[in-house]
């Protein structure tokens, strides 16, 4: 009987609370209206700033995506950050600043490679902008979507907004199709805590920020990544980060395992490093960013995935003690239960290899190429 009581226990545990908050999150994603002030008429100074490393193969399109934007080109500034490429990176990006005088730019080169969120740091000291706009060399921005972005942010509350994904892949694997389905739930969740109040997670392939607030503490380099702790940081001083619903950017995503997992486990790691760094929000203030999102995205991220540990070691002897329960497996012939299932394991096991690989010792600053994901896109 305790075999029995435990299983059903920790198997509630990793199910009911992932399961609710997912659902609640995408019925307020649909259901209920922005609590901000949209203001599409918005046309600040922008500037927008993009950290690159050895991009020769695709910068050119990166800025020719930044020129086909639906925006005053009086009104934009592009700053380039380049962290000691070797091969044509820099030149490229002068070529085509002299190409296109009606976008006032500038490359900046650093004289060492300390990563990303370094060399932003350096792009910032560069900036005149209202707004910063930071997005990556290898992904592409919709014509409308730095304007849909702009909408939300005018309003005083909102410090950052981000956008969502739109998936593309040179191949359609199994890979792809789980990261889509991540991806549907991940914009549920991001979309539904910012009508709420402020999301905790989002995405720094498009993410703009008020200069004003970021300009004189910088991003935070004791993490890797760039949007997590920038979220959480405007949230400590009393600013709303969100994710815009109508704001979207392309981004290739790895078709084979060995690359998702590389690339997944290493931003895994950057999540898990901001929320224990700013853990302290969620005792700081009666909000709903930290009495039910932070508190609920911790789980996701970090507890959820400890507990499978003991879900699968409780359920072998289950199997074995009641071959029967292994007709529950039934409904993985179900395709989207099946998918849902999937991208629910493989995230678990993502969060852990970044947890494991964080208490074994300190990340790299700088990051590494994924050939996988380095292909022309093309815009739909």
Avoid at 95 to 107: A, F, R, S
Wanted: charged letters at 25%; hydrophobic letters at 45%.
């Amino acid at each position: 009987m305790l075999l029995e009581v435990l299983w059903l226990t920790v198997l509630g545990i990793n199910i009911v609370p992932f399961g609710a908050y997912i659902l609640y999150m995408r019925r307020i994603a649909k259901r209920k209206p922005w609590n901000i002030r949209l203001d599409p008429t918005y046309e600040p100074s922008v500037s927008i700033l993009i950290p690159v490393f050895e991009e020769e193969g695709i910068i050119i399109r990166k800025l020719d995506n930044v020129a086909e934007l639906d925006y005053p080109k009086e009104k934009m500034e592009l700053v380039v950050v380049d962290s000691v490429s070797k091969d044509r990176t820099v030149s490229l990006v002068k070529e085509w600043l002299q190409k296109h005088p009606e976008i006032e730019g500038q490359v900046i080169c650093q004289k060492e490679r300390k990563g990303m969120v370094n060399a932003l740091n350096e792009g910032l000291t560069h900036v005149h902008g209202e707004i910063i706009v930071k997005t990556d060399a290898d992904c592409l921005l919709l014509r409308d979507s730095l304007r849909k972005a702009l909408q939300y942010i005018n309003d005083p509350q909102v410090g950052s907004v981000a956008g969502l994904h739109i998936i593309t892949s040179a191949k359609e694997t199994n890979s792809v199709k789980t990261e889509r389905t991540y991806r549907e739930f991940y914009a549920w969740l991001r979309i539904g805590e910012s009508k709420l109040y402020s999301t905790v997670l989002y995405e720094g392939e498009l993410m703009l920020v008020k200069r004003k607030l970021i300009a004189n503490v910088g991003f935070d380099e004791e993490i890797g990544g760039d949007d997590v702790p920038l979220a959480l940081r405007l949230a400590e001083e009393g600013y709303r980060a969100i994710t815009a619903e109508d704001a979207y950017f392309i981004e290739q995503t790895p078709y084979t395992w060995k690359e998702k997992f590389h690339q997944k486990v290493r931003r895994a790691r950057h999540v898990f490093q901001a929320l224990w760094k700013y853990k302290h929000l969620m005792f700081k203030e009666k909000t709903p960013l930290s009495r039910l999102i932070l508190p609920f995205e911790t789980f996701i991220y970090v507890i959820n995935p400890i507990i499978l540990l003991p879900l699968i070691a409780l359920s072998i002897p289950m199997f074995l003690r009641y071959p029967w329960l292994l007709l529950i497996f039934a409904v993985l012939l179900v395709g989207k239960v099946r998918q849902l299932f999937v991208t629910h394991i493989v995230n678990s096991w993502i969060m852990l290899a970044a947890m494991t690989m964080e208490v074994k010792g300190k990340e790299k600053q700088t990051w590494e190429k994924i050939s996988e994901i380095r292909k022309p896109v093309i815009l739909k």
